[in-house]
């Protein structure tokens, strides 16, 4: 059984940076793309980053420059480390993980806030 397990998320004034955790079990984020994604309240859930089997990363235009998603094989995680946090990053964050052609898994999300 696959298991993404969040962790990191909190309140950061605006500027300040957080990193989050993806904790992954039942499967290995090498050997799958894996993600995150954030969902704000009254907005649908949407792409922020993520990293290819073969390390390639992808970021969404608002938080390029800001955002960097790593993956550590021998922990079997995923971290996004978030720098110069806008109070539009506050959102509920979640990992996920492409399994196979057409499965996803979901973490139980992690709030962060941004907020003076």
């Known amino acids: 059984q696959v298991q993404l397990v969040e962790s990191g998320g909190g309140l950061v004034q605006p500027g300040g940076s957080l990193r989050l955790s993806c904790a992954v079990s039942?499967?290995?984020?090498?050997?799958?793309?894996m993600g995150w994604y954030r969902q704000a309240p009254g907005k649908e859930r949407e792409l922020v980053a993520s990293?290819?089997?073969?390390?390639?990363?992808n970021f969404a235009d608002s938080v390029k420059g800001r955002f960097t998603i790593s993956r550590d094989n021998g922990k079997n995680a995923v971290y996004l480390q978030m720098n110069s946090l806008k109070p539009e990053d506050t959102a509920v964050y979640y990992c996920?993980?492409?399994?196979?052609?057409?499965?996803?898994?979901w973490g139980q999300g992690t709030q962060v806030t941004v907020s003076s």
């Open positions: 996920n993980m492409k399994w196979g052609i057409a499965t996803d898994f």
């Open positions: 039942g499967s290995s984020v090498r050997r799958n793309a």
């Open positions: 990293i290819t089997i073969g390390g390639t990363t």
